[in-house]
């Protein structure tokens, strides 16, 4: 299994890492084990957030949804999120449960593949297998516990600073358990490109000149990014908007 993304060797190539420019790089140079091919399916603006968001959401996914039909609840319908129903649904099977407190996320939800749209006061305890909090902060972790059965799972993707405070007796009667997952190793990562290709699984972006990055980072500062932001060149952004 590669676990790659775990190596307590590894070394940041976008954020931080010394050397290392991320996007605002004009070239890198590495190791070609650790090169994607981009199926020719998926344009390079859908890409970019797959190898991010996507396979965030997808090692998660791999590891705690384990068969079809599993009652999955995603928090948030954002970057994270918006991904995460549609893996769910499309590639997995899974009866998601769209959890939010925006009705007017509801249509597009359901367009990405949730079969309900609640808020998490809506569900009764004990419903769900698993529960993916795509998140940042604000919601309260024992409550989004008590929704999963049976050896259910929280699991906890979006970074954020809340502190998760739960007692052992919260999980110990039910054998439940809390997680946390980050991106994936090379396999997964195939994995997860075959499968958006397959399934036409895609990140909603908004596409926007490498020259705005200012008004880009602006955009995102103020919650107003749908639900990724990708900055293109001006020879790719003028086809983009063919």
């Not at 994607?36 to 859908?46: H, L, M, S, T």
């Not at 609640?118 to 909090?133: A, H, P, Q, S, W």
């Not at 809390?178 to 190793?185: F, H, I, L, P």
Request: with cysteine; net charge positive; hydrophobic share 45%.
């Amino acid at each position: 299994m590669c676990l790659q993304n775990v190596c307590p060797e590894a070394a940041a190539t976008i954020m931080g890492g010394g050397k290392n420019y991320g996007g605002f790089a004009e070239r890198f140079r590495g190791s070609g084990n650790l090169a994607f091919k981009i199926p020719e399916a998926i344009n390079p603006a859908e890409a970019a957030p797959l190898l991010c968001a996507g396979i965030t959401v997808w090692s998660a996914i791999k590891r705690y949804v384990t068969r079809p039909g599993m009652k999955v609840g995603v928090v948030g319908l954002g970057g994270l999120g918006h991904l995460a129903i549609q893996f769910l649904a499309k590639a997995v099977g899974a009866e998601v449960y769209a959890i939010s407190h925006s009705p007017s996320k509801e249509e597009e939800a359901k367009n990405l593949g949730a079969a309900h749209f609640v808020g998490v006061e809506d569900i009764k305890d004990g419903t769900l297998d698993v529960v993916m909090n795509t998140t940042t902060g604000g919601m309260d972790a024992k409550q989004l516990l008590q929704k999963v059965g049976f050896n259910g799972t929280l699991i906890y993707v979006g970074g954020g600073s809340d502190t998760i405070k739960i007692l052992a007796m919260d999980l110990i009667p039910a054998q439940k358990q809390v997680v946390g997952s980050c991106v994936g190793g090379r396999a997964q990562m195939r994995e997860m490109f075959h499968l958006a290709a397959l399934h036409n699984i895609k990140p909603i972006v908004d596409r926007m000149p490498l020259e705005q990055c200012n008004e880009a980072v602006d955009k995102l500062m103020a919650g107003k990014a749908r639900y990724r932001i990708v900055l293109e060149t001006g020879d790719a952004f003028a086809k983009s908007n063919l």
